[in-house]
């Protein structure tokens, strides 16, 4: 199963890929901070396997964040409120109305943050790697050098 890209259009505009394969039970995997590609990440096996198999029990969507994989690219606003604006855009887009958020090292913060701004659509947390201060992952030189 590879899933099919499709786009979404946050608040401000930007366009955010995503992608989803499975059904019932939603399941947003947040992306990486401040780096994603989930085309990339469905051609790692051991991703691909994992991403196949938690499809097999619910709806697994997927997405780019801003200014990386297939997301826009020409973004000057990699706030935090503008992140959420772009989760909200691909759970729209995909029709989900209550859902399950998995985040992942500094995407944890998203999630947490995301839940506490809407509860009443936040089934569950699924958090790995998070810490209690986080950190701005766009303000180091080698990261800026990147961009």
């Not at 366009?15 to 994603?36: D, E, H, Q």
């Not at 958020?101 to 699924?126: C, D, K, M, Q, W």
């Amino acid at each position: 199963m590879t899933p099919d890209l499709m786009f979404a259009r946050s608040a401000d505009g930007v366009s955010i890929g995503w992608t989803n394969v499975g059904a019932g039970p939603g399941l947003v995997y947040l992306p990486g901070v401040p780096f994603s590609n989930l085309e990339a990440e469905w051609r790692i096996p051991v991703l691909r396997r994992a991403f196949e198999s938690l499809a097999l029990h619910l709806r697994f969507v997927q997405y780019d964040g801003r200014g990386t994989g297939r997301s826009q690219r020409d973004v000057s606003d990699l706030s935090l409120a503008a992140m959420l604006r772009d989760l909200d855009a691909v759970v729209d887009a995909a029709g989900l109305d209550r859902f399950a958020l998995l985040g992942f090292y500094n995407s944890v913060t998203h999630a947490i943050s995301y839940a506490a701004r809407h509860p009443e659509r936040v089934t569950h947390l699924v958090l790995f790697g998070g810490s209690a201060r986080g950190w701005d992952p766009m303000s180091g030189n080698a990261t800026q050098a990147l961009l």
